[in-house]
């Protein structure tokens, strides 16, 4: 594994452990319910998992929503916001435990499935599963669809958890249970041969943050001046993308070590460089 790529998954499992760090709730089975519960953590991480401490983006927008008719809650949005302008996808390729669980699936010694058109088209339902899950169900339906019908990684770290400690909750599992058991199986099978499958075709809060893929202060750039154009860059990565910083791309920086010339690096903001372009421009 390259340095870049071993610190990557340092911190991702650093992430992960933040996350949940509650452990006495995966002791007790219980869920933390904390004063910091309110606040969201920025990747996929469920409410419901004994040891998270904060509460997981997609959830509390679809409670937003849910109770929309009465009151929303700005501060959800504000920070799905915050979130898509500082960091953009970099969330996805860093900061998030269920992208972690999917990238360790896939190093299982297998054959692999290739990026090609149709998983370039299958992209896109991350964008419907966005619209008619999280906002269509909780407006019209008035409940979180994408949490009770599909969220996988509450049926991991929330679902099995707390049904295997807790025998009053097994009893009370039904079909819907059974289908998001079936559908984790389905994704966790799928991620071995396909790479980051959820993250690409279905997870609606990488829908959410591609959308400032134009914007976003974190993430790997090219220096247009030293680009040769070879395509080298797409042609490696493993997500759909068309170009580098693309909507598809997670910001992983894998495709630094991929450029023949260089061309390609992670932003940074130089505060020096900044103050002094602005001391020197007469217009201030």
């Excluded at 409940?143 to 400690?165: D, H, Q, R, S």
Aim: glycine fraction near 10%; include cysteine.
């Amino acid at each position: 594994m390259k340095l870049s790529s071993y610190k990557r998954r340092i911190t991702q499992v650093v992430c992960a452990v933040l996350y949940n760090c509650n452990f006495t709730g995966f002791a007790k089975g219980r869920i933390y319910q904390g004063d910091i519960k309110g606040a969201c953590v920025p990747g996929l991480n469920c409410y419901s998992c004994p040891g998270a401490i904060g509460s997981c983006p997609l959830g509390s927008l679809q409670s937003a929503l849910v109770s929309a008719k009465y009151k929303f809650n700005y501060y959800v949005l504000g920070l799905l916001i915050l979130f898509g302008v500082i960091f953009g996808r970099v969330i996805c390729g860093f900061l998030c435990p269920f992208g972690l669980l999917q990238e360790l699936t896939y190093k299982l010694n297998t054959p692999k499935l290739k990026k090609g058109t149709w998983s370039q088209v299958l992209s896109y339902l991350k964008y419907v599963i966005l619209l008619v899950f999280v906002i269509g169900i909780p407006l019209v339906k008035h409940n979180p669809g994408f949490c009770k019908y599909i969220c996988p990684a509450g049926t991991l770290e929330g679902g099995l958890f707390l049904t295997a400690v807790q025998e009053q909750l097994r009893a009370l599992t039904g079909f819907l249970f059974s289908w998001k058991v079936f559908l984790l199986v389905i994704i966790a099978a799928s991620s071995v041969f396909v790479f980051r499958c959820f993250c690409r075709f279905l997870c609606p809060l990488g829908a959410i943050y591609s959308l400032f893929h134009r914007v976003a202060l974190c993430g790997v750039r090219v220096d247009d001046n030293k680009c040769v154009g070879c395509n080298i860059c797409v042609r490696e990565c493993k997500m759909d993308v068309s170009r580098v910083g693309d909507r598809e791309c997670v910001h992983c920086g894998d495709c630094i070590g991929h450029c023949p010339v260089s061309a390609i690096s992670f932003k940074t903001i130089n505060i020096k460089d900044d103050v002094e372009a602005v001391d020197n421009d007469p217009s201030v």
